[in-house]
T-cell receptor, first 111, second 114 residues
Framework: GESVGLHLPTLSVQEGDNSIINCAYS??????FIWYKQESGKGPQFIID?????DKRQGQRVTVLLNKTVKHLSLQIAATQPGDSAVYFC??????????FGKGTSLLVTP | DSGVTQTPKHLITATGQRVTLRCSPR?????VYWYQQSLDQGLQFLIQ???????AKGNILERFSAQQFPDLHSELNLSSLELGDSALYFC?????????????FGEGSRLTVL
């Protein structure tokens, strides 16, 4: 079926290390991808997006990589900080409408 | 603060009952989205309205309905509630009709059905 899934449900990293959160998608027609972060007790917050005609996009301390060949998306967080602890969701967009975000990956930053 | 306001924050009710969740989008945003978040299903898109009109439907049950009013606030009505409807319900808003940019999420309404 068509779905967005996350490889790892939980990820633990040490403060200062780089984090990589992965996401697989199955529909090659998806033309837009978004990463969201959800802190405990809050709603999801936009982090970064990437269009299917791009391979890489950088933001502040975050980089999203898109590999259309294997239908894989990743979010890299540089110098991870305690405030980065949250659940991270990826979402694929087709025809301008959001699909389900999936369960997310929980990132835990340890001192 | 995203600028999206949801009420109530918490709601406890019984099976078979009906509840209404309310959402006020960010000032200037015409599009409102409703999402359901549960532990086993993740964040599921329910329905979208744009400037008062239904724009897209996702995994919304027939027992659920929504509308967007002229002042752009939206309500999600959940009826004949079942235990499995217990979840966090998020509203999000955006300026445009098509989802090609950032969505601003509220802090959610937590529904518990006993």
């Amino acid at each position: 079926g068509e779905s967005v899934g996350l490889h790892l449900p939980t990820l633990s990293v040490q403060e200062g290390d780089n984090s990589i959160i992965n996401c697989a998608y199955s529909n090659s027609a998806s033309d837009y991808f978004i990463w969201y972060k959800q802190e405990s007790g809050k709603g999801p917050q936009f982090i970064i997006d990437i269009r299917s005609n791009m391979d890489k996009r950088q933001g502040q301390r975050v980089t999203v990589l898109l590999n259309k060949t294997v239908k894989h998306l990743s979010l890299q967080i540089a110098a991870t900080q305690p405030g980065d602890s949250a659940v991270y969701f990826c979402a694929e967009i087709r025809s301008g409408y959001a699909l389900n975000f999936g369960k997310g990956t929980s990132l835990l930053v340890t001192p | 603060d995203s600028g999206v306001t949801q009420t109530p924050k918490h709601l406890i009710t019984a099976t078979g009952q009906r509840v209404t969740l309310r959402c006020s989008p960010r000032s200037g945003d015409l599009s409102v989205y409703w999402y359901q978040q549960s532990l086993d299903q993740g964040l599921q898109f329910l329905i979208q309205y744009y400037n008062g009109e239904e724009r897209a439907k996702g995994n919304i049950l027939e027992r659920f309905s929504a509308q967007q009013f002229p002042d752009l606030h939206s309500e999600l009505n959940l009826s004949s509630l079942e235990l499995g409807d217990s979840a966090l319900y998020f509203c999000a808003s955006s300026v445009v009709a098509s989802l090609t940019g950032e969505l601003f999420f509220g802090e959610g309404s937590r529904l518990t059905v006993l």
